[in-house]
């Protein structure tokens, strides 16, 4: 079963419009870890943030702000004033710290993002 | 210089052919990860490692194999290439010293883009 669901399989906007990623996970731990990445056309993948499941204080960098829920088993991503160098796709994973995969990343299917000026 | 080196970045061959994937690092971390990406699919498992003693199987390791030479190189092979092993291959390592800034995050290697004829 997908632990990491990312409903939205494609996302378009114009230059400068706010966008929020939506991210629900899945896990029966009490201990686990929340990821994002982007993934540039340029194809690696480059770290955004990590939360863990102690930790359900929002955080905000610079445009990129995210929201974390446990009620509701999700941790949305929010690009505001949304920029063309944010078209990527972006991942949003899951690290449980109970699981059989030694602490590895379950990867949702991803949100590819179009920003068009 | 990058601290998660994947060699090759690219590599086109024939199916049938035994091919191998290196990945190097210089970040000291015991846990060394593969994963394979394919469109509209994130990333899944295929090896994981604790250290040079302890291979794990990930989520699809058939058709894989792997190999820790020590702490800082884990290899993935493919014994006979088959065209649904095109791929993107990451490898990533992580640490889990002390919790920390970085306890739990994934460092990606840049890939290796892998097809199969």
């Known amino acids: 079963a997908q632990k990491v669901t990312q409903a939205q399989t494609e996302i378009s906007v114009v230059e400068k419009e706010d966008v929020t990623l939506d991210c629900v996970y899945e896990t029966r731990d009490t201990t686990y870890y929340l990821f994002w990445y982007k993934q540039p056309p340029s194809g690696e993948l480059v770290f955004l943030i990590r939360?863990?499941?102690?930790?359900?204080q929002n955080e905000i960098s610079g445009r990129y702000s995210w929201n974390f829920q446990k009620s509701t088993s999700s941790f949305n991503f929010t690009i505001t004033a949304s920029q063309v160098v944010d078209s990527a796709v972006y991942f949003c994973?899951?690290?449980?710290?109970?699981?059989?995969?030694?602490?590895?990343?379950?990867f949702g299917k991803g949100t590819s993002l179009l920003v068009t000026p | 210089d990058a601290d998660v080196t994947q060699t090759p970045r690219n590599r086109i061959t024939k199916t049938g052919k035994r091919i191998m994937l290196e990945c190097s690092q210089t970040?000291?971390?015991?846990?060394m990860y593969w994963y394979r990406q394919d469109p509209g699919l994130g990333l899944r498992l295929i090896y994981y490692s604790f250290d040079v003693k302890d291979i794990n199987k990930g989520e699809i390791s058939d058709g894989y194999s792997v190999s820790r030479q020590a702490q800082a190189k884990f290899s993935l092979s493919l014994e006979s290439a088959i065209p649904n092993q095109t791929a993107l291959y990451f490898c990533?390592?992580?640490?889990?010293?002390?919790?920390?800034?970085?306890?739990?995050?994934?460092?990606f290697g840049p890939g290796t883009r892998l097809t199969v004829l």
């Open positions: 939360r863990n499941s102690f930790d359900e």
């Open positions: 994973a899951l690290s449980e710290t109970n699981s059989n995969s030694g602490y590895a990343l379950n």
């Open positions: 970040k000291g971390h015991d846990r």
């Open positions: 990533a390592t992580s640490d889990f010293g002390s919790p920390g800034p970085i306890y739990n995050e994934q460092f």
